[in-house]
């Protein structure tokens, strides 16, 4: 945070805390952040991704701020990115838990077992000023802390500027879509970007439309799936959401070698202004926006049918505190400097977020991001999408949809291969009714 060292210690002066925090950063590869100076201090242990080191809950100067004020040490635990779920998964497991982690919520009521080993926050004095509660919730209760509402939003990325050259509105149902990948085509542009090498993102279409449909159709449906009462492939909705996905590649509308091209191409795809639209999240639009202002994306739902809401997941990072913690009152106070009123406010103006509480407000936003909260967060037109529903791993999906697109399985045998999947993988967690 830029200049966030004097603006902090201001607001500090009307915060009263019984109890304080320290933080250090660490060269070490994946171990902890110690500094021992203050032998009187106490000492909270965070872990974090090294790829999350710029996580405005760790920043530097908001942390020695808190320092000052306060007398217990941050430790910094540094996991490397790609060994952040399995060193978590054995902390948990054996008992070595940190006071407070950092992770994403959507990931971990499947990876780090949620309910098992966390705690739940209802009744923290912080969440009674959520605006929108429904983004930090997982089985009705609230595990974690974030103060954007924001994070995650998913739908089609689109090339605003050439919608408009083109004469093209934003579609609003299956049909129009097609339509209008096929002006974009015969401009001689690839219509939509597919980077289905990474497993992930041919999940991104179904996830946001599987939760869309159950919302307006079928409440109890995810709740029944997760029961055992229902099956995936009994709802034939789901095999028509996939039907389209790959229509939309049959037709001719993607790139040709969708198994091939990975994610990490999207930026350049769009910079170089050779895609139209991809299936994805607005941190697509973020990063793009950070190499050319000056190309104008928008973001608009998956329109597998009339009237869709946009996909929400909540990504980005949230803090949550082990049920094991040791310091379990310490870290609730951490978070509780967090929530307090000048502390969020300086967050979220500086990382541009859409507030999440109630007397915090949202800073001017991109354009991109402004439009989303006009449209879709303050009308509360977004829907979480399925993956923040789920109990177990996902992975297996994410192949069979590969599998779709590679022309070995049909729409209906990616449900069925997933109903198997899905039941073994909820038998081996112990849910209740498999």
């Not at 913690?325 to 967090?338: P, V, Y």
């Not at 991109?366 to 439009?371: D, G, T």
Request: aromatic content about 10%.
């Amino acid at each position: 945070m830029n200049n966030l060292k004097n603006r902090i210690a201001a607001c500090l002066a009307a915060i009263t805390l019984s109890v304080s925090l320290a933080a250090c950063s660490s060269g070490n590869s994946g171990g902890s952040a110690d500094n021992s100076s203050n032998s009187g201090a106490s000492t909270i242990e965070l872990a974090i991704s090294k790829s999350s080191q710029d996580s405005a809950f760790v920043d530097q100067e908001l942390l020695d701020e808190f320092e000052k004020q306060t007398n217990i040490r941050v430790n910094l635990q540094l996991l490397p990115a790609e060994q952040t779920t399995t060193v978590l998964q054995t902390k948990l497991a054996v008992g070595e838990t940190p006071d407070i982690v950092q992770y994403n919520l959507a990931s971990a009521t499947t990876d780090l077992n949620l309910e098992r080993n966390f705690e739940i926050l209802d009744n923290e004095a912080w969440v009674s000023r959520l605006q929108n509660k429904e983004v930090l919730s997982a089985y009705g209760h609230v595990y974690s802390f974030h103060v954007s509402q924001d994070t995650g939003m998913q739908g089609v990325v689109y090339n605003k500027d050439m919608f408009e050259e083109l004469g093209l509105s934003v579609p609003t149902n299956f049909e129009e879509f097609l339509a209008v990948c096929e002006q974009i085509k015969a401009a001689g542009i690839t219509p939509v970007f597919m980077p289905f090498k990474d497993a992930w993102a041919a999940n991104v279409w179904p996830a946001a439309a599987f939760a869309d449909y159950a919302a307006k159709n079928d409440p109890t449906l995810i709740e029944d799936l997760n029961a055992n009462r229902r099956n995936w492939a009994e709802i034939p909705a789901f095999a028509d959401i996939l039907k389209q996905q790959y229509e939309v590649y049959e037709k001719g509308y993607t790139n040709a070698d969708i198994l091939s091209d990975s994610y990490d191409m999207a930026v350049g795809k769009f910079l170089n202004k050779e895609v139209a639209m991809m299936f994805m999240g607005d941190w697509l639009i973020e990063n793009v926006a950070e190499k050319d202002p000056s190309i104008h994306l928008g973001l608009f739902p998956i329109p597998y049918a009339e009237g869709a809401s946009l996909g929400a997941s909540p990504l980005g990072g949230q803090l949550f505190i082990p049920k094991k913690a040791k310091h379990m009152a310490e870290a609730k106070k951490f978070l509780d400097f967090l929530a307090s009123k000048e502390m969020a406010q300086e967050m979220v103006n500086e990382q541009s977020y859409v507030s999440n509480f109630s007397d915090v407000t949202t800073p001017e936003l991109p354009e991109y991001k402004q439009e989303i909260v006009e449209k879709y967060i303050t009308p509360q037109n977004t829907v979480l999408t399925t993956d923040a529903h789920m109990l177990v791993d996902r992975s297996e999906l994410y192949r069979y949809l590969q599998d779709q697109f590679a022309g070995g399985k049909t729409a209906e045998e990616v449900l069925q291969a997933w109903d198997e999947k899905f039941d073994q993988l909820m038998k081996d967690k112990g849910i209740a009714g498999f």
